[in-house]
């Protein structure tokens, strides 16, 4: 109860931070809001901490609180006496996926034969509704063209480890969801390349080989460097196993902190509307990817599944691909909001399916 009691006290003071930063925005102290702000975030991450219910939101509260600091500080996350922090983002990639290797084994490859119409929607699906809409959206923005461009990325990346997490949790199908998240990253240095070329041909140059050698040597070397690891060595170094799942989340957080830093003039001009067309590519790959696999004979269950594996996408390499490119600061934008947002919409879908088992 005494904890309790803190952690409400916490959420307090968070409230009157906020309560503080709005009275100054309205007094014209716009530039002098940041501390409070970040303030804000932080009071609340650690007061969802002792709650069950808001546990799971308190990494995307710090991840606001970092992207608060690198809108109003942004020098201090862009370079550091001539080393550009951008140089972080490719090895990051590489050690989230090498965990993500950790995590995973043959048997997770399993459900292909055990669950193929399922993977099979779940895949087709993945690779094409995604896609189409970033490509839809891009085409309605009237955005500058690298950065029309960042949203058909994000679309056309596999799903990540984070739709593993909510499948769980929405009581789906979580097999089918390991399967449907192994099965795209693999293909993803052969399916992305060439939608990118498809899609985003229009707006920037898109190197289908170059592309295609920066997916395998950020995904799928780490992941093969990680199932031998967890084949070979797992449980033998315990701390490992351990420490990987937070690296991991600290890693997609510094890396969304670098993105916005990078690209924050442009985040001040069309930020807005960037999020809001990030949100409905998110909220329609949910929406669409359940329907259709109703329509094609999925259960309700495995069709929830199919929802969080079309609608949450792997922000992190859509940001290593931008840095790749050397595009960071423009295609990487809408990968970077993307990721936080879908950790909210999914936790909320989650919870709310979670509320409601499957009828089948």
């Known amino acids: 109860m005494k904890n309790e009691k803190l952690f409400k006290s916490i959420i307090g003071a968070g409230l009157l931070c906020l309560l503080l930063a709005f009275i100054m925005i309205m007094s014209g102290m716009i530039?002098?809001?940041?501390?409070?702000?970040?303030?804000?975030?932080?009071?609340?991450?650690i007061g969802f901490r002792g709650f069950q219910k808001l546990k799971g939101f308190t990494y995307t509260?710090?991840?606001?609180?970092?992207?608060?600091?690198?809108?109003?500080?942004?020098?201090?996350?862009?370079e550091y006496k001539g080393y550009a922090y951008s140089n972080l983002i490719?090895?990051?990639?590489?050690?989230?996926?090498?965990?993500?290797?950790?995590?995973?084994?043959?048997?997770?490859f399993a459900g292909v034969v055990k669950m193929p119409k399922g993977v099979f929607i779940g895949?087709?699906?993945?690779?094409?509704?995604?896609?189409?809409?970033?490509?839809?959206?891009?085409?309605l923005s009237n955005f500058p063209a690298e950065i029309a461009a960042g949203i058909v990325l994000?679309?056309?990346?596999?799903?990540?480890?984070?739709?593993?997490?909510?499948?769980?949790?929405?009581?789906?199908?979580?097999?089918?969801?390991?399967?449907?998240?192994?099965?795209?990253?693999?293909?993803?240095?052969?399916?992305?390349?060439?939608?990118?070329?498809?899609?985003?041909?229009?707006?920037?140059e898109i190197d289908v080989l170059d592309m295609m050698w920066s997916i395998i040597k950020m995904v799928i070397i780490p992941i093969g460097a990680g199932l031998l690891f967890n084949r070979f060595l797992s449980g033998k170094a315990k701390w490992l196993d351990d420490v990987m799942p937070l690296v991991s989340m600290i890693g997609i957080g510094v890396?969304?902190?670098?993105?916005?830093?990078?690209?924050?003039?442009?985040?001040?001009?069309?930020?807005?509307?960037?999020?809001?067309?990030?949100?409905?590519?998110?909220?329609?790959?949910?929406?669409?990817?359940?329907?259709?696999?109703?329509?094609?004979?999925?259960s309700e269950k495995d069709a929830r599944t199919?929802?969080?594996?079309?609608?949450m996408q792997n922000g992190g390499l859509a940001s290593g691909l931008a840095k790749e490119m050397g595009k960071i600061a423009t295609v990487g934008l809408a990968p970077a909001v993307f990721g936080p947002l879908m950790n909210i919409t999914g936790s909320v879908l989650a919870s709310y399916w979670h509320r409601k088992p499957p009828k089948d």
């Open 306 to 311: 199919v929802a969080l594996e079309v609608g």
């Open 154 to 204: 994000i679309g056309c990346s596999p799903s990540g480890l984070a739709s593993n997490v909510m499948s769980y949790l929405a009581k789906a199908n979580l097999a089918l969801s390991i399967t449907i998240t192994a099965i795209s990253t693999l293909l993803a240095p052969f399916v992305t390349p060439l939608l990118m070329k498809l899609l985003a041909g229009e707006f920037v």
């Open 31 to 45: 530039a002098d809001t940041g501390p409070v702000l970040i303030l804000f975030f932080v009071f609340l991450g």
């Open 123 to 139: 895949l087709l699906s993945q690779f094409t509704i995604m896609p189409v809409l970033g490509f839809i959206l891009a085409s």
């Open 255 to 298: 890396i969304i902190v670098i993105i916005t830093a990078a690209g924050r003039d442009s985040l001040l001009d069309i930020g807005g509307l960037l999020i809001i067309l990030v949100f409905i590519h998110n909220v329609m790959g949910y929406n669409l990817g359940f329907w259709v696999s109703k329509w094609l004979g999925l």
């Open 90 to 108: 490719t090895p990051l990639i590489q050690i989230i996926m090498f965990g993500m290797g950790t995590s995973m084994s043959i048997k997770d």
């Open 61 to 78: 509260t710090m991840i606001f609180a970092g992207v608060t600091a690198a809108m109003y500080y942004p020098e201090y996350f862009v």
